[in-house]
Structures are given as structure tokens and as C-alpha cells.
């Protein structure tokens, strides 16, 4: 699996909004290899989508074609600033990977020097399901200098918030400081989903 996060700036939410779902409707059929996605606004009109392709190459033959070309600058003229994007060939699913049920996301971006070590925590799901049954699940995208994008799928924000007081065992909690260090919490109250 192959994820491109995309970020900007956008107060023109609603326009945003319909944009994306003309993209699902008009060209997402012919975009071969496209999986779906996840998008949302934060608190500080920062717009989030984290789009799944099952490979580079295919979001690629995507990004080049000419009517994708024509949305992206529909796209661009209704954001208040540049566009950041992430590209991750290096993509690990938390349980099933994320969850069009989910009634809460939290993208998290971070950066680690040993990206195993990240992996590997998440690879081990037992514990963290009996601890926090409200993750329906998630998706690790990391690039090659270490950088992270990580998208959790919760029930609700109620129960998410619930979830963080718990204190994690120590191994646990050791992992967690070391993951987060420095990292950006990125909060969608009202995600959506788009699927193929």
C-alpha cells in the first residue's frame, strides 16, 4: 500500500468539501489502484486528506492525468496557501487499517530515527485492544528520513479522551515518549471517508 497525506490551509470549507466528492464521483472510477481516504478539517481550518493507493506507481499515473491535473487547480485556487505533501511507500495497518465507522480521527505527525522501533509497537495489538477497545484501527505511513503519518480511527472523541487517561504499562508508556516526541496531533471532528 501506497499513502499520500495531503495539508493546507482552507477556510472555504464547504466548497472543499464538495470538490472532494466531485473527485469520488467524476474521477475517482478511473483512477486505477485508489483504495479511498480520509479527510477532515482541524479546529484551525487546516485541511487533512490521507488518500490510499496500492502503489506509488499507480498514484502517480493518477497525479498525471490531464483531468486530475484540472481538479488539483480548482483544488489549489480555493485553499488560502500552499499545499503539503507526504508521499509513504512504507504503509503498516493497525488491526484492520482504519475504520469508515469511525466518529473521530487523530492524525499524527511525527519524525523517529529508527522506524522498526515504531512498527514493532504497533505490531503488537493484543494489549492495546483490551486497553483501548474505542480504536477501531489505523494506518502507520512512513517516509524515508523517518517522518510519520499516522491516522487513528476512534468510536467517538468522547471515548477517545476517556482513553487517554489511562496510564499505559511502563514498556508501553517508554514506547509512546519515544513515538511522540516532538510529534503534531492533528484533531477531525467531523472526518469522512471515501472508499472504492
Not at 508521499?87 to 469511525?102: E, I, N, P, Y
Amino acid at each position: 500500500m501506497f499513502i499520500q497525506m495531503i495539508q493546507g490551509p482552507c477556510t472555504r470549507q464547504d466548497e472543499a468539501h464538495q470538490l472532494l466528492d466531485e473527485w469520488r464521483r467524476d474521477l475517482a472510477p478511473g483512477a486505477n489502484g485508489w483504495l479511498g481516504g480520509t479527510y477532515g478539517f482541524t479546529d484551525d481550518n487546516q485541511l487533512i486528506g490521507v488518500v490510499r493507493f496500492e502503489s506509488r506507481e499507480m498514484a502517480m499515473a493518477n497525479s498525471d492525468r490531464p483531468e486530475q491535473g484540472e481538479w488539483a487547480a480548482k483544488m489549489a485556487e480555493i485553499m488560502d496557501g500552499p499545499m503539503e505533501f507526504h508521499d509513504c511507500d512504507d504503509v503498516t495497518l493497525l488491526f484492520d487499517g482504519g475504520s469508515d465507522d469511525a466518529g473521530f480521527v487523530q492524525i499524527i505527525r511525527g519524525k523517529v530515527d529508527d522506524p522498526s522501533r515504531l512498527k514493532a509497537m504497533l505490531a503488537d495489538t493484543t494489549q492495546l485492544h483490551e486497553m483501548r477497545p474505542e480504536i477501531l484501527g489505523g494506518t502507520l505511513a512512513i517516509e524515508e528520513d523517518g517522518s510519520f503519518v499516522e491516522t487513528v480511527a476512534f468510536t467517538s472523541e468522547d471515548a477517545a479522551r476517556k482513553g487517554e487517561q489511562l496510564e499505559p504499562p511502563e514498556d508501553v508508556r517508554r514506547e509512546l515518549d519515544y513515538a511522540m516526541k516532538g510529534a503534531t496531533f492533528y484533531d477531525l471532528h467531523h472526518p469522512w471517508f471515501e472508499s472504492a
